[in-house]
């Protein structure tokens, strides 16, 4: 793997002590480490328009992961080769280097790559790009902070962003994960959750993420790691699209709110005392 | 390499050859059905895969159009697991661009480049397994795909290795005869005009052993293109009889 | 990723759609069938294992070195797989230069997906000295060709492969001052081989108009839209699952995709494994590319 010359590297052979950490699942009874219950969200707080340059961004906090994405576009494709009737959509997934235990380099891995192009197509059905010839629509996201669950939160952010760029749009896209340990189903699992090794010994374990246009119910992103019975699957995959029409109330508050800022007529300042901030969890 | 020997005292090397045997050649002409040429060839354990695509008309860099002749765009690679260690990158590096570009002047020397003007054929060879002659293969290989693509070529490209090792000239040198670090040249021609397409050596020989080696090399080249004219010939009557039997 | 293939007109497209309404294919397959598959294992002398793969028109060679490296801090007792996937530009000439090394990380973050799991594969096996040394297997795929349906084409390939792989056996002895020393045996056949019964196969499903298809030739994929993609274990358990294609899918066919990508994986496992062992006792004089 190429390695970035220009910036200092760390010594070679320096190790995180997070190695060497445990991770747990449950606490005392059956709540989660941070006392929720196994098919509850954390709180989640969604915010359109935080990058001022951009044409449309959106950031979202889900518990303690934190992502932002920035829209710019549609612009006309820089070098093209040919004239194509459709525009194209372009996703760019980068984890800060301090966004993990493990520092990440600056280089995007395949991991990242992977993550785009994942987040790519949940977000292409759903935009309109049969709208835009010739021209192109970007979409970058940054993993602030990653505390599980980072690649439904991008989903999300980016069709938020997407969404505040104006560009036009059948639906939107929700993103939620579920980790499988055995028998226990964990909705929006914490970083802690998808690393813990309960249940690898178990028939079913593993990771779901879904992303879904909630209004047309149409599954536009859905992508599993680890080993799961069939019918564990199915039932993973319904729990992740229960979670994410539990995200789409926050995703259409967040839309409205952002609207009304734009345009002075609608944003009734004294009438409605400001909800932003307060997309609580649903 | 230094307690390896070569040549026995019997006169046979390691793989039990004569100095001036080619190791055993096997080819096979249209593996691939999408691509419009494409051949594959053993050398011993030496084992390459040519494709051709074209004529076809100029995609990346129209700049690059000639208006008088075709222009052949040539790429080699190397597969990672064809090398005893493995390599971390089947192309791009130095030694394999090097390698694409002699392949290129081998074969703009030999297609009749100048039937298919501001059009492009590619070559793309890969080696599947390394043992010596690498370019060799490559040449071999390539000259039986652009055949089967059906590209007019003024005559066959056949090449071959020879080096000079325990003061005799030897033929179709292989990976383990490479690293003595004897000298070796590498020469491809077309067998029946004689011309010398390319002629490359490495490392330092004597001027007056220098005719030796190139004979046995140029008579390598003439063995090789007897071999890859009687597949060629085998293929085509092959391929004839099955469509008159449809 | 198939539009670098070719174009299809409408006609050609409303013909295969209509095709598969039917439950037959412009190839007289019907929803649920592969094309016919030709595997040969042992095919490159100098790898640890090797498989070549031919499915319909796509053919894969999968070479599998083992080498000898350090193991994750994080995984001290087990050895490591590397995925390496090279589209040649011999499969299209658009993937000259860099231009296949999209497709190829798709493909390699697609196996990476399915053997992600422990069970997989039994990567204790691998080491040899705990935090100190262990095999590297580097498995490095090579696309010869594409004609549609690569994923399955390389996940058969690499599980024939892996199936082929032999690790030479090592002893490790420590001298007075405990220093370790790890002594490779001569024998060439004084081997290990590696336990591939949990290696999962991944089976394509592509959505073409209201149904889906396995196996779909490049002319099919061009008409689906969304794609998934399922590793299945020889159980029949579901291990790395993920939708392709800029599409969307609708729940309920996803839980009948999942359906029958199982019971068709369930059927390439076991088929898969009877291939091998029957290659493998029987002394045919191999063919490679020669055949």
């Known amino acids: 793997m190429p390695t970035d010359s220009r910036r200092v590297p760390g010594p070679q052979d320096s190790r995180s002590p997070h190695w060497y950490g445990k991770h747990a699942t449950r606490q005392e009874g059956d709540t989660r480490p941070d006392g ?19 044409t449309g961004s959106a950031y979202i906090e889900m518990g303690q992961t934190k992502v932002i994405a920035a829209v710019y576009g549609p612009r006309e494709i820089a070098r093209r ?8 959509l372009c996703c760019e997934l980068k984890f800060a280097t301090f966004a993990c235990r493990r520092r990440r380099q600056h280089i995007q891995d395949n991991q990242e790559k992977d993550g785009a192009l994942i987040v790519l197509q949940a977000l292409e059905p759903a935009v309109c790009l049969d709208r835009f010839p010739k021209s192109q629509v970007d979409v970058y996201i940054t993993v602030l902070q990653d505390d599980g669950s980072a690649l439904a939160a991008a989903i999300t952010c980016a069709a938020a962003g997407l969404a505040d760029a104006g560009v036009m749009m059948y639906d939107i896209v929700a993103g939620c994960s579920v980790r499988q340990c055995g028998e226990r189903q964990l909705l929006d699992p914490s970083v802690g959750e998808e690393l813990s090794q309960e249940g690898e010994s178990a028939e079913d374990h593993g990771m779901v993420t879904v992303g879904l246009l909630p209004s047309l119910n149409q599954v536009s992103a859905l992508t599993l790691d680890g080993h799961l019975q069939q019918q564990t699957a199915v039932q993973a995959v319904k729990t992740c699209i229960g979670g994410c029409q539990g995200i789409y109330p926050i995703l259409k508050d967040c839309l409205v709110t952002s609207t009304r800022k734009k345009i002075p007529a609608l944003d009734p300042k004294s009438s409605h005392a400001s909800t932003e901030g307060q997309n609580g969890q649903t | 390499m230094a307690g390896l020997e070569i040549i026995s005292d019997q006169g046979y090397r390691i793989d039990g050859r004569r100095s001036s045997e080619l190791r055993k050649v096997c080819a096979r002409m249209g593996v691939f059905t999408q691509a419009d040429g494409s051949a594959y060839i053993e050398q011993g354990n030496t084992k390459a895969l040519a494709t051709v695509y074209g004529p076809h008309e100029v995609r990346k860099g129209r700049g690059k159009i000639q208006h008088d002749r075709a222009v052949v765009n040539c790429q ?7 090398t005893g260690e493995r390599k971390s990158r089947p192309k791009g590096d130095r030694r394999s661009q090097e390698m694409s570009m002699h392949l290129r002047q081998t074969f703009e020397a030999v297609i009749v480049t100048e039937l298919f003007p501001r059009s492009q054929i590619d070559i793309y060879v890969q080696i599947l397994q390394a043992d010596g002659g690498n370019y060799c293969a490559c040449v071999n290989a390539a000259t039986l795909a652009v055949i089967d693509a059906g590209i007019p070529m003024k005559d066959y490209v056949c090449a071959c290795t020879a080096g000079f090792i325990q003061d005799s000239p030897l033929l179709d040198i292989s990976y383990v005869e ?3 670090g004897a000298p070796f040249l590498t020469v491809a021609m077309m067998p029946k005009s004689e011309q010398i397409v390319l002629l490359e050596m490495n490392s330092r020989l004597h001027a007056d052993n220098m005719e030796k080696v190139l004979d046995l090399a140029t008579q390598g080249c003439k063995d090789v293109f007897a071999v890859l004219d009687r597949h060629v010939r085998d293929h085509v009557s092959e391929s004839h009889a099955l469509m008159t039997a449809s | 990723m198939s539009s670098t293939l070719g174009v299809l007109s409408d006609a050609e497209r409303l013909f295969i759609v209509h095709g598969v309404q039917d439950d037959l294919r412009s190839d007289g397959r019907a929803c649920e069938d592969y094309r016919h598959v030709q595997v040969e294992t042992d095919v490159v002398s100098n790898t640890s294992g090797s498989a070549r793969l031919r499915l319909g028109n796509t053919d894969i060679l999968v070479g599998v070195k083992a080498e000898m490296g350090e193991p994750d801090p994080g995984r001290p007792k087990e050895g490591k797989l590397e995925f390496f996937v090279d589209c040649s530009a011999n499969a299209s000439p658009e993937f000259e230069g860099r231009g296949g090394e999209e497709l190829a990380i798709e493909v390699s973050n697609a196996l990476q997906r399915i053997f992600n799991s422990r069970s997989t594969l039994d990567l204790t096996a691998l080491c040899i000295i705990p935090e100190g040394q262990c095999w590297v297997l580097y498995v490095d795929v090579l696309v ?4 549609g349906n690569l994923f399955d084409a390389v996940s058969l390939a690499v599980k024939a492969a892996l199936f082929n792989t032999r690790i030479p056996t090592v002893v490790v002895t420590a001298d007075d001052e405990g220093q370790q020393e790890i002594e490779l045996s001569d024998d060439p056949y004084d081997v290990k081989r590696l336990d591939v019964d949990n290696v999962p196969l991944i089976v394509t499903l592509s959505k073409i108009g209201h149904r889906h298809v396995v196996d779909a030739s490049w002319e099919e994929e061009l008409c689906s839209l969304a794609r998934l993609t399922v590793g299945v274990t020889q159980k029949g358990t579901i291990a790395g699952l993920n939708k392709e294609g800029s599409g969307s899918l609708d729940p309920e066919s996803i839980y009948e995709m999942i359906e029958s990508g199982k019971k068709v994986g369930m059927v390439l496992n076991s088929r ?11 002394k045919r004089e191999k063919i490679g590319f020669l055949g």
């Open chain 2, 178 to 180: 490479e690293s003595a």
């Open chain 3, 272 to 282: 898969l494994k009877e291939a091998l062992e029957k290659e493998e006792n029987s």
């Open chain 1, 36 to 54: 929720r219950g196994d098919h509850d969200l954390r709180p989640v707080y969604l915010h359109a328009g935080v990058v001022s340059q951009a």
């Open chain 1, 81 to 88: 080769e040919e004239f194509t009737m459709k525009g194209r």
């Open chain 3, 144 to 147: 010869l060709e594409c004609g």
């Open chain 2, 76 to 82: 080699f690679s190397m597969a990672t697991f064809s």
